[in-house]
């Protein structure tokens, strides 16, 4: 499995941000995804999960602000990100539940 994370960059607080996850030897469309973020000198935090039946489930520091989607045609999955606040810069991956692998991750910082 390969994953390529995209669309990050600097954010204004209260702004917003949607970042990309290509993926290719694993199908978005038939797997629970994941979203993590890791700030420096902080450890890696889940940030919510989408399965297959549509439900997610989020963190209570991202919840109501982001939102995970995917694109089973494009085997792209997306972490919709509003309300940013400089709290949400970190680095931030995907992963799909099951699999070992990790992309290169997409770095946030959130600053005026």
């Known amino acids: 499995v390969q994953l390529v994370e995209s669309g990050g960059g600097l954010a204004q607080p209260g702004g917003s941000l949607r970042l990309s996850c290509a993926a290719s030897?694993?199908?978005?469309?038939?797997?629970?995804l994941v979203w993590y973020r890791q700030a420096p000198g902080k450890e890696r935090e889940w940030l919510g999960s989408s399965s297959l039946d549509g439900e997610s489930t989020y963190a209570d520091s991202v919840k109501d602000r982001f939102t995970i989607s995917r694109d089973a045609a494009k085997n792209t999955m997306y972490l919709q990100m509003n309300r940013l606040n400089p709290a949400d810069t970190s680095v931030y991956s995907c992963?799909?539940?099951?699999?070992?692998?990790w992309g290169q991750g997409t770095q946030v910082p959130v600053s005026s």
């Open positions: 992963k799909i539940a099951g699999t070992s692998s």
């Open positions: 030897g694993s199908a978005v469309g038939a797997n629970v």
